[in-house]
């Protein structure tokens, strides 16, 4: 059983020793428009946004957002931006309601939980028959993972590195793993697709690389999806 208070200080600790570069604001914040390229409906559950890339697009399609982390901070910035959304302090594993939602969106938000397939299980919950929940998971054999094996920085590609420990991550994802937890959830895959050529670690790239050159990775990557630093997916609750 998840211990919820050790699991919400967890959470709040690593809040406050890692902040975001603009590298991975700006590449969070693409991954997000293409997700958002899938939304429908009227309402979406925006789960652990921290630095507001993925509602920034939420609220230009949903009249109705709720926004749930477990880290009041995050969600403070997230009033203050968009007064239009309801923000809720909870574990989303903790999170009790009778709404179901059209869509909800998770990037950046399974390799850190402790049961990611009973994260998936209760967003089939909270989805109405036929909504969509938009998955962003870290990619095990992403290029600058696989770079880093070659040269003996990784004993293997799903090795946890120190940044991913420093961060949070519980683990990477496969494409092969995150199928089998999607369905293992009850849920079906629409799509499942890569996003952005990583050849460097984020802070290598941002002092080495121009914003133009950046976005030549990320268009690059469309054409390489099984070496993308990120694996995108689209998942559906059946219809009854």
């Given amino acids: 059983m998840t211990d919820l208070p050790a699991e919400r200080q967890r959470l709040a600790d690593v809040a406050e020793r890692h902040q975001p570069i603009e590298l991975d604001r700006m590449i969070l914040d693409r991954y997000a428009g293409e997700l958002a390229t899938w939304f429908r409906g009227e309402s979406c559950l925006d789960i652990g946004s921290r630095g507001g890339c993925q509602t920034e697009h939420v609220v230009r399609h949903f009249p109705s957002v709720v926004a749930i982390d477990a880290v009041e901070e995050h969600l403070l910035d997230l009033r203050h931006r968009f007064p239009q959304i309801r923000t809720i302090v909870s ?13 909800a969106i998770m990037i950046g938000f399974l390799e850190h939980v402790i049961d990611p397939v009973g994260v998936l299980t209760k967003c089939r919950e909270l989805l109405k028959p036929g909504g969509r929940l938009m998955i962003g998971v870290p990619n095990a054999r992403s290029l600058h993972r696989q770079i880093g094996v070659a040269m003996n920085m990784l004993p293997r590609c799903d090795a946890l590195t120190e940044s991913d420990h420093k961060i949070g991550h519980r683990r990477v994802y496969s494409w092969d793993s995150l199928r089998t937890d999607i369905v293992a959830a009850g849920l079906d895959i629409r799509s499942m697709w890569g996003g952005f050529l990583k050849p460097l670690n984020s802070a290598q790239m941002a002092k080495q690389f121009s914003p133009e050159q950046i976005a030549a990775f990320y268009e690059v990557g469309r054409q390489y999806p099984d070496l993308c630093n990120f694996i995108l997916a689209v998942a559906e609750r059946s219809a009854p």
Wanted: aromatic share 16%.
């Fill in 91 to 103: 574990l989303i594993e903790e999170y009790d309601t009778e709404e179901r939602f059209d869509c």
